[in-house]
């Protein structure tokens, strides 16, 4: 009971615990409750029957209902018990919760709705890089690309740094450190996916041996696996990516780490390679002006086998002290074959204007880069695209991962908001529609190739004529997405592939944030179908009880609703929702919306309960029935 403080009229201390209990019922008129619950057995029968109530299986109310309340806590108190929810099927407390004073990164969500999110992108991202068994972080103004924080790393043991839950919780640690609550970026060598084989074990995967559908899928996993592991929202880039990002001039001289010639602008024109290599793995990424080439497909190059085949046992980065021209040959012939692998792949046969060398392979840049076009030469037969030094040390990585992560928290948001307006463009909730109303949308725009085909600059009025505008480096990142084959085309195939990835397939999805849940129930207007949210807590143990009914009831009426839940004290935005919007007082609790408002809200994991609540607000129950049957029960 350290919660209840009672206060003295002569400015004394204040009481706590069961002096203050004592004092409280003395002043209400039941004093005589402590002196009855001195007595063992009193206490202790009216203990269990407090429980009792609290969880709704017994019904008393009244004044019989308020005395029995007040001996049962009392007796608790007595006894040394909390009022912990683990016998009960709520929890309390959530009120209490509190946010770190010196906290930062919650204001970029709690009060813009979800429509202006990110229009400019979050304020400040933490950043984070994943290299050489270390994963380092700060916090990054990304509006001028300046470090705003102390650079913190945290080291992982070895070989844990492909392991999800290792360097999710580094990251949670490193969130804490600097007292973070808003976006975080992290740079990863790959990404990860469960496997059913495995019985759901994660599986770490280099992106560059899987498809660029599967690469997406298996990012938004993982981004999904941090983003619980950490209670925040986490975007995902990989090392190359970063350093991608962190090359180019988002920021005008604050970020310019290269210029080329007397164009400072023109480091990433073009069709841009990006290249990370140490002795174990090489990976890369390819921009094209700028913007990521999502569609990028690397299977061809078998980058992650043919890196490590023992030929190359003997080809290890020399240290930079090392004299031996042989060594620095063998090195420099080891990224010659495999960058020559990758121009060879279709998605950059239309050749590359540079490769921008980034991470530790560009420490010792200047004494094997020189190199690599006669070598390019007589492995592939003709010249490497020219090599350019970019980025060598964490703090690139860190500012790169923060920079890519503002484009991906944006990009995402516009998205959903594409999202929702197909949705109100064919009437129905988005996870609704149908394969028939998508084709039937995409023939509006279809004609100029044939029926199941249209040209890029068809697609983007398509979604201009939704009402939906999007800024010219979003769109193109759009069009990777969805024209995975690149054919600067876009089929009826790719669209309905494209289309089902951003819905997703959870059952009761987890929210993150404020502006997610006012994103759910912007899509849902007007759609007929109402919205279920439950509230809960990140140490509820009726909440984990009631998950598995929660989910069978969002199957069992997918049609009629859409069922999502967040943790109440997760976050600094999710806090502000519970606490200060909802004004959650227990958990579980939950909330129906329809049309964005709300119609329904109780505590509790009674299952019975839940169902009426639910069946009355779908329509297959009389108005009034949830009321009439749950009125008696006495309120803890």
Sequence with gaps: METIHVLKRDGGEPLTGLPAIEALFAEVGMGWAVKLATMPAIGLAASVMYKLISSNRLKIGGAMGASVMALGRVGMEIRGEKASCSEGDECRGIADVKVDAEARGGEDDSDAPFESMYAEGPK????????????????????????DSELLQESLEEGALLDIEAVGAALRSLTKQLKWQGGVAIALP???????????????????????LEGRREREETEELLRNAVGLDVTVVTGAEAHGYGHQDLWGDAARRQKIGENADGAMNGLTGVVTAGHEAVHVALFKDGVLRTNA???????AISWIEPEWANAKPPPADCTDEEQWSAWATRIAVHLAKVEACRCARGGLARWVVSGSAAQNFDKWSHLVPKLSVVQAGKAAAPLIKGGSNQLEGVRGAAAG???????????????AAIGKEVGRS???VSSIQLRELFGKFGGDINEDMIDLDAFVRMVSAMGVRLPEDEVRELVCDIDIACEQSVSFDQFEAWYKSVIGTEVAQVLHTESAVDQVLNEEMGTGRAVVLQVGFTSCNPCKKFLPHFEQSARNNREKARFVRIYGNENASTIHLARDRLAVKSTPTFFVFKDGEVTHMHSGSNEEKFDDAIA?????????????????????
């Design 124 to 147: 400040a991202i933490l950043g984070a890089y994943a290299s050489g068994g270390i994963v380092s972080a700060a916090i990054v103004n990304v509006r001028t690309g300046e470090i």
């Design 190 to 212: 790959g990404v990860w996916h469960a496997d059913e084989k495995l019985a759901g074990k994660n599986v770490y995967s280099a992106i560059e041996s899987v498809s660029p």
């Design 297 to 303: 497909d690397f299977r061809e190059a078998d980058l």
């Design 405 to 419: 992560g503002a484009f991906r928290f944006r990009y995402t948001a516009d998205v959903r908001r594409v999202r």
């Design 430 to 432: 988005p996870q609704l």
């Design 616 to 636: 009355e607000q779908l329509g297959e129950l009389p108005v009034g029935t949830f009321a009439e049957k749950y009125a008696s029960v006495a309120s803890p």
